[in-house]
């Protein structure tokens, strides 16, 4: 039964309405010993406990896409097949422009595709995820390519959370069909791939390719099966959380890949998260830290980051990140002030939003109406999206 399907759900709810219907038909009914009764008790309590702390957490569980299956919950899940010394690109070698294409099988539910993806380079299996805008079906774009964004989840997380939780593809589908965003292929694969530890979308020789999974496995299919913009001209790549320190890595580390980042609730060093693999030691930490890529890029990186955090929470770490930048890096912060909330999906869903209107002005894909500076009237969905002005924000603490 799947961890997160509604079988599963409704038989915790019945379980639950059984454990609370039994004490309140039984408890004065026990027949026998003293002690007999007063263990059968004992166990119908611990019944009643244990159905509704699972199903607060199944109930949470769904609502963040925090695990999306049972291996992934137990800490049993692996999806690296091998990890090879890939070398300083990530690449092991290999002329990407010479492998033949793979065309793969999907299935869908809900409009959003998804694929099990065997990484040729990284030596990662798992799945992808891909949504497509609008208009890519429709007879008058038969003929078009389409840029693409890679969505990254938090840890823990699941690849449908972009999609489950934050609804961006329902947010977004109304505004590409009028023209306010672009129309993006949406692309998310999975970030855990390991059991119990975050990968920390690092390269680490003999245990996972997470980086060159995220960065030249996962685009190598997208490109093969669906008609995108090359590389790095339109695409970008978006996380929330221990995603969000992912995608400005991956953007700031691979600009012959990524134009642009969009990162949600980030950090720059990994030991932000603390099962981080790429916390593990001084070297690696050193080579997946942005704010130090940035710092010592000989050249600067052409891309551009939009960086949104709280206080303590991914400000002061995007803060660092536009003090060091130099054209043509640029960096656009969003302050998102305590009172919107924690670091949670609430958080981040009315973010997705402003964020894609700045994707869609920083590739050249149209002008997005820019957000509107509010008032000190500001409402949740304002402050959470960073529209609201820092002003008018700290007078609604």
Known sequence: MSLTGTSFLYTLIALAVVAL??????????RGPRALRAAARVLMLVFAQ????????????????????????????????????????GTGGIALNRLPKVRQRFTEA?????????????????????????????????HHKF??????????????????????????????????????????PRTNLLAGVDPGCANITGTVNADSWLSVDVPRMVMDNFRTEPAPAGWAVAGYSAGAHCAAKLAVAHPDRYRAAVSLSGYNDPIGERSSLAAQNPVLRNANNPYLLLREARTPPPVALYLSGQPHDGYEDAVAL????????????VYIPKSAGGHTMALWRPQVVPAFRWLTEQLGLGTATPPVRSSA???????????????AAGRTR
């Not at 097949?81 to 070398?87: H, P, S």
């Not at 536009?322 to 912060?333: D, L, N, R, W, Y």
Request: aromatic share 8%.
């Open 147 to 188: 840029p693409v964004v890679e969505l990254l989840s938090g840890y823990p997380g699941s690849a449908k959370a972009w999609f489950a939780s934050l609804h961006a593809d329902k947010q977004l589908r109304p505004l590409m069909r009028s023209g306010e965003v672009a129309p993006f292929i949406l692309v998310a």
């Open 50 to 89: 244990g159905t509704a702390v699972a199903l607060v957490f199944v109930l949470v569980n769904n609502q963040n896409s925090l695990y999306d299956n049972w291996g992934d919950l137990l800490g049993t899940g692996n999806h690296v097949q091998q990890a090879a010394d890939l070398g300083a690109d």
């Open 21 to 30: 219907a039994l004490p309140l038909a039984l408890w004065s009914r026990m």
């Open 322 to 333: 536009e003090q060091i930048a130099k054209a043509p890096t640029s960096v656009h912060v």
């Open 377 to 391: 009237g500001s409402t949740h969905a304002a402050l959470a999206s960073g529209t609201a002005s820092r002003a």
């Open 110 to 142: 809900g409009g959003v595709r998804v694929t099990q993806l065997k990484g040729r380079v990284s030596g990662v299996n798992a799945e992808v995820y891909v949504w497509l805008p609008p208009q890519y079906g429709q007879h008058a774009y038969r």
